[in-house]
């Protein structure tokens, strides 16, 4: 296992600058999740991590040791990369061997490694096997065990699981959580993907524009999200955001949801410490998560709730996915799995205030 440090990182292609100066610390036997949309920089992060892209700029330490310049088969890194990169005339037991025998590692070595890594990811029966002879599921643990006899530092994992189905997505993601377990080795993983992200990583790293938007551990950056853009990007269904003009009642602000045309608007008090994140402020962006935006009939209509119309539902078993037009806005709110309301049908959305979060003019949150 090793520590990874990158410090004030950069990486310039002509006058594009991919990467703007990141710092990064990676502990010992850390499981760090790179995330953002395509383009953000994470990529490119875990090439340089690699060795397969040139620092521009910046520190780049595995260990003890600043690896800037030193060649990828010298770092003591293993990578696992999106399209399985498997030797097709191999089978799975030389495919797994083959780093160890360019090493030149004695043979008694090589055996009880690959069959150790082989049994910890269920590869064993399929040993003699050619790469055409497996499923997308299992080449991708081939690619994994290859990684693992090499024992290295840290592994890297670029999108591993893009080209596998919903389904085997799943079950490879728990592999490499047990994996990670069972060897407790540093890993630096890549993807878009912001559930693989919430399910694996001990901290997530959100990129954007080549930039650290923010570090936190899974819920940290669901709960509290630091920018509106983390907000947006981090759960699913998205966060709902809304732009609401801040008033004041008997000198406390409050929130003013302007109504459709005959109807009142909707008055939020905001009490205690919160509502002190909205002072100075004329307006700000609220977020609600779906999840916490209850969706129910019309029939359950209060003064403090809102009511709107059914764009769509969407039953997903245990909870209903529905989208409702309210105030002007589409927004996207949970029912009961047994509630499954036409398009056009009123309803009523209902939520607790003090799972709103505010964000200003910036983006940046407001209030703890």
Do not use: W
Not at 196 to 207: G, P, Y
Not at 284 to 304: F, I
């Amino acid at each position: 296992m090793a520590r990874l440090s990158l410090r004030n990182l950069v990486k310039r292609y002509g006058q594009t600058e991919a990467v703007r100066g990141i710092d990064l610390d990676v502990a010992d036997g850390e499981f760090i999740v790179l995330v953002g949309p395509s383009g953000c920089g994470k990529s490119t992060t875990l090439r340089m991590i690699a060795g397969l892209e040139s620092v521009t700029a910046g520190t780049l330490t595995i260990g003890d040791r600043v690896v800037n310049t030193v060649e990828p088969k010298d770092r003591d890194i293993a990578m696992v990369f999106q399209n399985y990169a498997l030797y097709p005339h191999m089978s799975v037991y030389r495919n797994m061997a083959f780093g160890l025998r360019a090493a030149k590692r004695p043979a008694d070595e090589i055996d009880r490694k690959v069959r150790q890594a082989a049994e910890m990811l269920g590869l064993t029966p399929l040993l003699e096997r050619r790469p055409h002879e497996l499923s997308g599921g299992q080449r991708q643990r081939v690619s994994m065990g290859r990684a693992i006899v090499r024992d290295p530092q840290v592994f890297l994992f670029d999108e591993p699981l893009s080209n596998l189905d919903a389904q085997l997505r799943g079950q490879v993601r728990t592999e490499i959580k047990r994996l990670h377990q069972a060897i407790g080795t540093t890993i630096v993983y890549v993807t878009h993907d912001q559930v693989e992200a919430m399910t694996l990583a001990d901290r997530i790293v959100i990129m954007r524009d080549g930039r650290i938007e923010q570090v936190g551990t899974p819920l940290e950056v669901f709960h509290r999200p630091r920018t509106q853009f983390v907000a947006s990007f981090i759960g699913t269904p998205t966060m709902n955001l809304i732009p609401i003009p801040v008033i004041r009642i008997d000198g406390q602000p409050a929130l003013r949801l302007e109504a459709q045309v005959g109807a009142s608007p909707l008055v939020i008090p905001v009490t205690g410490a919160r509502a002190g994140a909205l002072e100075g402020h004329a307006g700000v962006t609220v977020g609600l998560r779906p999840d916490d935006l209850r969706v129910l009939p019309a029939s359950a209509a209060t003064d403090q709730a809102l009511q709107g119309s059914v764009v769509i539902a969407e039953p997903l078993g245990p909870t209903t996915q529905i989208t409702v037009s309210s105030h002007g806005l589409d927004l996207v709110g949970m029912g009961d799995g047994h509630f499954l309301p036409k398009a056009g049908e009123r309803v009523t959305l209902t939520f607790d205030p003090e799972t709103l979060h505010f964000f200003g003019p910036d983006g940046a949150r407001l209030g703890a």
